[in-house]
C-alpha cells in the first residue's frame, strides 16, 4: 500500500504566501509553521528554477529547498489549485522517497507480468490483494483478488498457508520457495 508518511503540505494564497504548513513540511525542512506561515513560499528555494516566472508554481516538478539549517533538500512536488480559485495546496516529499516509490512500482508491475513465476500479495487480514497466479501455473484454483486461501485450499493446508503469511508478517522476512 502506498504510504503517505513523510508527505509534506503547505496551503499557499493566489499570491503564493504559505497559509499553513504541516508537522511532516516542519520535519522536512526545519521551518516551523511559525517560521513558514506569512512569508512567500519561492523563500524557500534554493536556487533558481529554470523556467520560474513571477506568476507562481508549476503544477508539478522537482526542486531543490533550503533547510532551515542551511543545506539543500531534492523536493518532489505537486501543486493542487483549491475551488473557488485561489488558495492551492503544495504536496512535497524527498525525491528519494518519490524515486523509491516509483522504482518499487515498476518493479511490482514487472514481477507481477511473469509468466513462470507465481506471486501473491496478502493485506494485513490475509486476503489476496494481487496475484499473477493462473490455474496452469500451479496445477490448482486460483484466488480472487479479496479471497483467503480456505476458499480454494483444504483447511488443513489454508491453515499451514496462514501461518505462513502470518510469520512474514510477524518478522518481515519474504517467503520465498516452499513453507
Keep these: 500500500m502506498f504510504s ?16 499553513r504548513w504541516s508537522q511532516e513540511a516542519c520535519d522536512l525542512l526545519g521551518w516551523t ?3 513558514a506561515c506569512g512569508r512567500p513560499f519561492r523563500a524557500l528555494f534554493a536556487e533558481a528554477r529554470p523556467g520560474a516566472d513571477d506568476e507562481g508554481l508549476p503544477a508539478r516538478g522537482r526542486a531543490r529547498l ?13 501543486v493542487l489549485d483549491l475551488h473557488p480559485a485561489g488558495p492551492s495546496v503544495v504536496l512535497l ?14 518493479t511490482l508491475r514487472a514481477l507481477l507480468a511473469q509468466e513462470h513465476l507465481g506471486m501473491a500479495l496478502h493485506d494485513r487480514d490475509l486476503t489476496l490483494v494481487r496475484s499473477n497466479l493462473t490455474p496452469g501455473l500451479l496445477g490448482g ?29 510477524r518478522t518481515g522476512s519474504p517467503l520465498t520457495g516452499g513453507p
Design 93 to 106: 516529499a524527498p525525491t528519494r522517497s518519490t524515486d523509491d516509490w516509483g522504482q518499487g512500482a515498476s
Design 4 to 19: 503517505f508518511a513523510g508527505i509534506a503540505t503547505a496551503v499557499l494564497d493566489g499570491h503564493g504566501t504559505v497559509l
Design 141 to 169: 484454483a486460483t484466488l480472487p483478488p479479496g479471497g483467503r486461501l480456505r476458499d480454494v485450499l483444504s483447511p488443513e493446508d489454508a491453515e499451514t498457508g496462514e501461518a505462513v503469511l502470518r510469520r512474514v508478517l
Design 33 to 35: 509553521a511559525e517560521d
Design 66 to 78: 533550503r533547510h532551515r539549517a542551511g543545506g539543500p533538500v531534492d523536493v518532489t512536488f505537486r
